[in-house]
């Protein structure tokens, strides 16, 4: 199973029932994928490997397994397994426009498709997966679930525009902070939550309650990716870092430090922000500590995300989704 979870502490059945339904979403997305051109599939194959920690579809079939009545075995079908296609191939095609966005080099270990083949080429690859991912959601025929999809890439679109009007903003508040966050990231993993569990036929209530933890999940994943962007290693996170800054996005450790720092504080801080200095900043951020504050509001968000989950029965599913929520915030890529 990829990335974010300790194997060692996970229920081995299921482990084993994820990995082979993970593999399977993977066969789906090959299938989709397939073009007449090998020119469109070598770019594809080159996307294959931005495939990593697969929190989209764990999350679509997680939430469907721990709101299943049926046995553990026979609770995931072809639906859930194509839905969680569906929302790798956003997040997919969301990847490759960001990279454009952030002028990315490096992602997953590999140079982006950008970096590769320019921008062109990219954004009609990223135009190529969300347009793939929505005829593949069609073949469902369930108008429910391309139309919350559709409200979903309406959003992240939201917050990217959000954030670009932002962009060099240092009095941006920490309530447009959240909102830029809980679009273009958040909005699609609550969804992928919600989505498991309507598949599974659980009630509205239930898909409201996961996708609220997902929801909370999704910002304090991305408070977490904004902190290793500012101080992780570039080498075990696996992309191009200080975009941030370099992008002029101004992220929750910044907005609580300008929040508390007096007049002389503020003007050094924004100096540094201003020159793009990277290390003089992030020193600023990490003694002053709000960094580690900033951590420790993610760390709660992931708690109220897990007070979600107490509805649903107790089982290795459901221990799954709290490990999962704890990996977000302690995760070093
Ligand atoms: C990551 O931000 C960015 C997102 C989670 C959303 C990006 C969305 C778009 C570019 C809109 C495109 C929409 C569609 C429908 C194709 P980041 O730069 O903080 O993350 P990173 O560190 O992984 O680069
Ligand atoms: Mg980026």
Not at 281 to 294: C, F, H, M, N, T
């Amino acid at each position: 199973m990829p990335g974010l979870l300790n194997f060692a502490t996970i229920d081995v059945p299921l482990a084993a029932l994820l990995d082979e339904q993970l593999d399977e979403v993977g066969l789906i997305l090959e299938r989709q994928l397939a073009s007449d051109h090998s020119a469109v599939n070598a770019l594809c194959r080159h996307i294959e490997e931005y495939r990593g920690k697969q929190l989209r579809p764990l999350l679509v079939l997680l939430c469907g397994l721990a709101t299943a009545r049926s046995p553990r075995e026979s609770a995931l079908t072809e639906k859930h397994r194509v839905v969680a296609a569906v929302v790798e191939l956003i997040h997919l095609a969301t990847l490759v426009h960001d990279d454009v966005l952030d002028e990315a080099r490096i992602r997953r270990q590999v140079p982006t498709l950008n970096n590769l083949r320019g921008n062109e080429t990219a954004v009609m690859l990223g135009d190529y997966l969300i347009s793939n991912a929505f005829h593949l959601c069609s073949t469902l025929v369930d108008p429910a679930i391309n139309l919350a999809l559709g409200e979903v890439t309406n959003t992240l679109c939201e917050g990217e525009l959000l954030q670009l009007h932002h962009r060099d903003d240092h009095d941006v508040d920490e309530q447009t902070y959240f909102e830029i966050v809980r679009s273009k990231t958040a909005s699609l993993i609550g969804e992928c939550c919600r989505l498991g569990a309507r598949v599974s036929g659980a009630p509205e209530p239930v898909g409201d309650s996961l996708h609220r933890f997902g929801i909370g999940l999704g910002i304090a994943f991305q408070i977490q990716d904004d902190l290793l962007d500012m101080t992780g290693d570039e080498a075990v996170v696996g992309k191009s870092l200080g975009r941030d800054l370099d992008c002029g996005k101004v992220t929750l450790p910044l907005i609580r430090y300008l929040g508390a720092a007096d007049q002389a504080e503020r003007r050094i801080a924004l100096r540094e922000f201003s020159r793009r200095s990277a290390a003089r900043l992030r020193d600023i951020l990490v003694q002053s500590g709000a960094v580690e504050q900033a951590h420790r509001h993610a760390t709660g968000l992931v708690e109220e995300a897990k007070a979600q989950l107490r509805e649903l029965h107790r089982g290795p599913a459901r221990d799954l989704l709290e490990a999962l929520a704890d990996a977000v915030i302690s995760r070093e890529f």
